[in-house]
Nanobody
């Protein structure tokens, strides 16, 4: 079955960096687009970044453009989110997502806290 496991979250000071990873299994990773979402309590889950199957095209939320970089390694069945110049408003649980045959799959999330 499809499994998505996020890692790399933690506590970081404003202006710092983190790299999130999403390890995928149970499906042919290389043929599905992937995305990162984030969510705070009481708020809707929002799309942070997405990447096509080969990584040739990416999209970002306006709030993270120029600071975050999404990438993937199809040989390792892993997606990444490099987050630089982090701000307190980036604090959230970050989720890995894919959509396979009209079914949405999510990881359990990894918490990122940006605070001094």
């Amino acid at each position: 079955q499809v499994q998505l496991v996020e890692s790399g979250g933690g506590l970081v000071r404003p202006g710092g960096s983190l790299r999130l990873s999403c390890a995928a299994s149970g499906f042919i990773f290389s043929i599905f687009p992937m995305s990162w979402y984030r969510q705070n309590p009481g708020k809707e889950r929002e799309l942070v970044a997405s990447i096509t199957t080969t990584g040739s095209s990416t999209n970002y939320a306006d709030s993270v453009k120029g600071r975050f970089t999404i990438s993937r390694d199809n040989a390792k069945n892993t997606m990444y989110l490099q987050m630089n110049s982090l701000k307190p408003e980036d604090t959230a649980v970050y989720y890995c997502h894919t959509r396979k045959w009209d079914v949405d799959y999510w990881g359990k999330g990894t918490l990122v806290t940006v605070s001094s």
